[in-house]
């Protein structure tokens, strides 16, 4: 008569060791799903391999988790191939780490997706790296922000879909490669949140070229860092268009550096308002250019602090008409340094004494 389950999952793992390829060939489905987990953890490499398709079939979730590294290794391709979205979900991020690409290939999109974060961080560089569209495809935004740093930089990224691109982390997004950066579509882009945007290195957003930069929301350019405003190039600073420019807040205006105001175009300039330059810092108001100091409206110079007026060069101070120096305040007028006195002309130090109401 044949053994019953229960008498089945009385052998010990010695005792199934000796079991040769006929022996476990005749156990019927019922009886492979009796085994208990401890058995199967027991069973070598080759007794694995011997087991008929439909054996195989019939292991459990959890039976499947119990195989050891070296007997999941040891898979073959076809075997691995036979695993169901049920059995899947036993696996354990130890034996995924050990999966090789080929063996990793015939995962199914259905598949990938019943795999958990604690899974999925079991997945090497290298397997990764060999996951086509379909399977990347088959990650939800929250298994996407459950890979590792590591993990992500070998993602192909242009499989992703925008809405996978929503469970990244600030950290992942860092980690992005400026190959992998540049790669992002403008859709992409878009997807990110003002906090995922804050994840961006300064190298990452310098290799955004103007249509990418371009996709950013006025949101996304108010939320960006300091250091994030203070990395971006002359070039990037001038293609952005004048809803970006007017997304700046206090905190932007005052992370550009000297060269990034100098390189405002005449239009941003004079878009500034003197609430504006006001943010700016004493380094960015030392790199105006004459040409804008020239052109600042009345409006504008009263954006110039006591602060920001020390710190400007006599050669910009120079540059400032007699009708501006006349529009400055009396505290403005009384920030002027020595030097910046000494340099002025008859006629702009008669200006700056009516500023002060003398004269």
């Known amino acids: 008569a044949a053994f019953s389950t229960t008498q089945v999952r009385g052998f010990t793992t010695t005792q199934l060791n000796t079991f040769d390829a006929t022996q476990l060939g005749a156990f019927t489905t019922t009886d492979v799903a009796a085994f208990t987990t401890l058995q199967v953890a027991g069973m070598s490499t080759t007794q694995i391999d011997t087991l008929t398709d439909a054996q195989f079939g019939a292991l459990t979730s959890l039976q499947v988790g119990a195989l050891t590294t070296t007997g999941f290794a040891a898979l073959s391709v076809t075997d691995v191939g036979l695993l169901t ?18 063996q990793a290939a015939t995962f199914s999109a259905e598949e990938m997706g019943v795999l958990t974060s604690r899974q999925i961080i079991g997945f090497t560089t290298t397997v990764v790296g060999a996951l086509d569209a379909t399977q990347i495809g088959g990650l939800s935004s929250l298994q996407i922000g459950s890979l590792t740093t590591t993990q992500v930089t070998a993602l192909t990224i242009g499989s992703l879909s925008a809405d996978q691109f ?6 992942q997004i860092g980690s992005l490669t400026t190959t992998q950066t540049a790669s992002l579509t403008t859709e992409d882009i878009a997807a990110f949140s003002t906090l995922q945007m ?4 300064t190298t990452q957003l310098n290799a955004f070229d103007a249509t990418q930069l371009g996709s950013l929301g006025t949101d996304d350019i108010a939320a960006l860092t300091t250091t994030q405003i203070s990395g971006l190039t002359t070039t990037q600073i001038d293609t952005l268009t004048d809803e970006q420019f007017g997304a700046f807040t206090s905190v932007s205006f005052g992370a550009l550096t000297s060269v990034q105001v100098g390189s405002l175009s005449s239009t941003d300039f004079g878009s500034l308002t003197s609430l504006s330059i006001s ?13 804008q100091i020239t052109a600042m409206t009345t409006e504008q110079l009263q954006g ?3 602060s920001h007026i020390p710190a400007m060069s006599t050669t910009q101070i120079d540059t ?10 009396e505290a403005q007028a009384q920030s002027f340094t020595q030097e910046q006195l000494d340099s002025l002309t008859t006629d702009q130090m008669v200006a700056w004494l009516a500023a002060q109401g003398i004269g």
Not at 166 to 171: D, K, N, S
């Open 198 to 201: 804050r994840g961006f290195t």
């Open 166 to 171: 929503t469970g990244f982390t600030t950290a």
């Open 320 to 329: 400032m008409s007699t009708e501006q120096i006349g529009s400055l305040t």
């Open 279 to 291: 943010y700016l810092s004493t380094s960015g108001v030392t790199g105006m250019t004459t040409t």
């Open 85 to 102: 979205s049920t059995q899947m979900a036993g696996l354990t991020s130890l034996q995924l780490a050990v999966l090789t690409t080929e």
């Open 304 to 306: 110039l602090t006591t």
